[in-house]
């Protein structure tokens, strides 16, 4: 299972900051969605010119013009992209030529969608590379949130998916042993007094 640290950081530098802290550790390095609205994909040029050996993972999270975003932030140096689960196909399909036309690909985030399951195996067969199983910052604030259900959805839905939802050291194998390809985490990696040995404890962790 790979490693992703989503940087939920607001400005280039706290991004480059954190990249060069954690890179020894992880696989993907993923700008956030309010970085890239702080920023714009020139934190996403920043970002894969310093780490060329790493794949940098644009959280678009994409609802409408598939093509031209995915487009954008591949020609920005992306490797991979978000875009909503909830969105159209003519989205999805859209931005998966976007990733044909790079050689990059195309992550669909299921944030927000009721039956993830069904989903995830309709967008797979879209061309999208994976899905995440995706509890985002405000569903992981509710009360009685617990990263089981996502584990559960994941394991269920027989398709290459991420999880991301408040992943941390305690819980990453349990995301292992759901069969994700990626585990992603944010806040258990930013928001540690040592982001790099934060990311190292998780990717040692992993079985
Ligand atoms: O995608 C995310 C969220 O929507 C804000 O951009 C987070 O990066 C993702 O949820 C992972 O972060 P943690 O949940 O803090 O691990």
Known sequence: MKLQVA????????????????????????????????????????????????????????????????????????????????????TIVGAVAAATKHGKGVVVDLIGVADKVARAREVTALGAAFVEMHAGLDEQAEPGFSLATLLNQGETARVPFSLAGGVSVATIASVQRAGAKVAVAGGAIYGAEDPAAAAAALRAAII
């Not at 969605?33 to 060329?52: D, N, S």
């Not at 794949?55 to 995915?70: I, P, R, S």
Request: no cysteine; charged share 25%; net charge negative.
């Open 7 to 90: 940087m939920d950081v607001l400005t280039t530098d706290a991004a480059l900051e954190l990249a060069a802290k954690v890179a020894p550790y992880v696989d993907i390095i993923e700008l956030g969605t309010p970085l890239i609205k702080a920023e714009g994909l020139r934190a996403v040029t920043a970002v894969k010119t310093a780490h060329p050996d790493k794949t940098v993972f644009a959280d678009l999270k994409t609802m409408d013009a598939g093509e031209l975003e995915a487009d954008m932030a591949f020609t920005a140096g992306a490797d991979l992209v978000t875009v909503l689960g909830t969105a159209g196909d003519s």
